[in-house]
């Protein structure tokens, strides 16, 4: 069972498009991350949402923590070809004494021009 | 500031054989972890280093190792190949203070084993 669920798996619209997607759980997170990754390389961070109901912008796109800090979500402005990737949302979970980053699957997504 | 460097990007073994796998963090990060990545299995923690010390580890078997050196450097380890070791190894260094989780990555060693 993954802890961080997200959804859609896959993706793939027109340019121009507007899409959002989703980071659920039925845990707490004391924050959440957002990463992109394209293919055959790292991922790449994108931000760190941290307060119940916190919204960041960059650029096209909008981040938003939920108020009960158990989910997030990814909306994408306008999408263009670059925005195509695989994005990931990542958060700290306590394991013993010490801390670690949990993942989720990731929604891969295609921006056709 | 130099980003996470992995070496090398690029790695084909054969079954049986061992691999080892370099990673350097950004300069002043004291954690490093290692991720292996497969179509459809998505990130899987192996482990995480902190100041020399295995400070976390995954659900993979022993042939998986790690190390760290005293410049925070890393290396990981597999022994006896198998073919189901394909994929992409990942690396990732952060600062590693408590509640300091953001996580840099390097691009990774596609490793593929035949």
């Known amino acids: 069972t993954q802890l961080l669920e997200q959804s859609p798996q896959f993706l793939s619209i027109q340019e121009g498009e507007n899409l959002t997607v989703y980071c659920n759980s039925s845990?707490?997170?004391?924050?959440l991350q957002w990463y992109r990754q394209e293919p055959g390389e790292g991922p790449v961070l994108l931000v760190t949402?941290?307060?119940g109901g916190e919204v960041k912008k960059l650029k096209r796109l909008t981040f938003q923590f939920g108020d009960a800090r158990k989910d997030s979500s990814l909306h994408i402005t306008a999408a263009q070809p670059g925005d195509t990737g695989l994005y990931l949302c990542?958060?700290?979970?306590?394991?013993?004494?010490?801390?670690?980053?949990?993942w989720g699957l990731g929604t891969s997504l295609a921006v056709n021009p | 500031k130099a980003g996470v460097t992995q070496t090398p990007r690029y790695l084909i073994k054969t079954r049986g054989q061992q691999v080892t796998l370099s990673c350097s963090p950004i300069?002043?990060?004291?954690?490093v972890s290692w991720y292996q990545q497969t179509p459809g299995q998505g990130l899987q923690f192996l482990f995480e280093?902190?100041?020399?010390?295995?400070?976390n580890k995954g659900n993979f078997p022993g042939r998986f190792s790690g190390r760290q050196f005293s410049n925070s450097r890393s290396e990981m380890n597999v022994s006896t190949l198998e073919l189901g070791d394909s994929a992409l190894y990942l690396c990732?260094?952060?600062?590693?203070?408590?509640?300091?989780?953001?996580?840099?990555f390097g691009q990774g060693t596609r490793l593929t084993v035949v």
């Open positions: 990732a260094s952060s600062r590693g203070g408590v509640g300091n989780t953001e996580a840099f």
């Open positions: 300069s002043g990060h004291r954690s």
């Open positions: 280093y902190f100041s020399e010390t295995q400070r």
């Open positions: 845990s707490v997170f004391s924050s």
């Open positions: 949402v941290v307060t």
């Open positions: 990542a958060g700290p979970f306590n394991a013993g004494n010490n801390r670690k980053l949990i």
